[in-house]
């Protein structure tokens, strides 16, 4: 688990799996490489509903003449499916919405909007603000002369 972003799915290009577009349920993306081959995603649950972020590296934004911003693709039920990209097993990740809706679970045009750009993939409990805190490292217990000293109780 990466202790700086607990929220973290995997960096790369996102792309859209062939069968989501022709479908037009946009409801998942994969991540790819630089050599177009799908990238492992971190696969978790999530508790009641997710909300799917993209967020573009700052010196790829800068290069791409963009502003490096988190984007919203979409909100629900978190998704991971198993799909196909150029005859390779890749893992797709999406949101699948609490509303019912069997078409644009994820936002097109923020999809179609990132296509082929490096992004970071995130999961998070809210949105713009998440209630959960990255995991930060804090040692419970001082170090002096070389021992830990005891929790409660005199010394």
């Known amino acids: 688990m990466d202790e700086e972003s607990p929220h973290l799915i995997g960096e790369g290009h996102m ?15 994969i991540l790819l490489n630089e050599r177009s081959t799908p990238v492992p995603l971190r696969e978790f649950k999530a508790i009641g509903t997710a909300v799917l972020t993209a967020t573009i590296q700052a010196e790829i934004a800068h ?9 919203l693709l979409g ?8 799909t196909v990209w150029n005859g390779r097993p890749a893992i797709a990740v999406g949101v699948r919405p609490r509303d019912g809706r069997l078409e644009a679970w994820l936002d097109p045009r923020t999809v179609i909007g990132l296509k082929d750009l ?25 170090m002096r002369s ?9 010394s």
């Open 75 to 82: 909100a629900g039920a978190l998704v991971f499916e198993r």
């Open 15 to 29: 792309r859209v799996p062939p069968a989501e577009s022709h479908s037009g349920r946009f409801g998942t993306v």
């Open 118 to 142: 490096r992004i970071r993939l995130e999961a998070h409990e809210s949105w713009p603000t998440c209630r959960c805190q990255p995991v930060q490292w804090n040692p419970s217990r001082r």
């Open 146 to 154: 070389g021992t830990k000293r005891r929790q409660g109780g005199a």
């Open 63 to 71: 290069a791409v003449g963009r502003p490096a911003q988190t984007e």
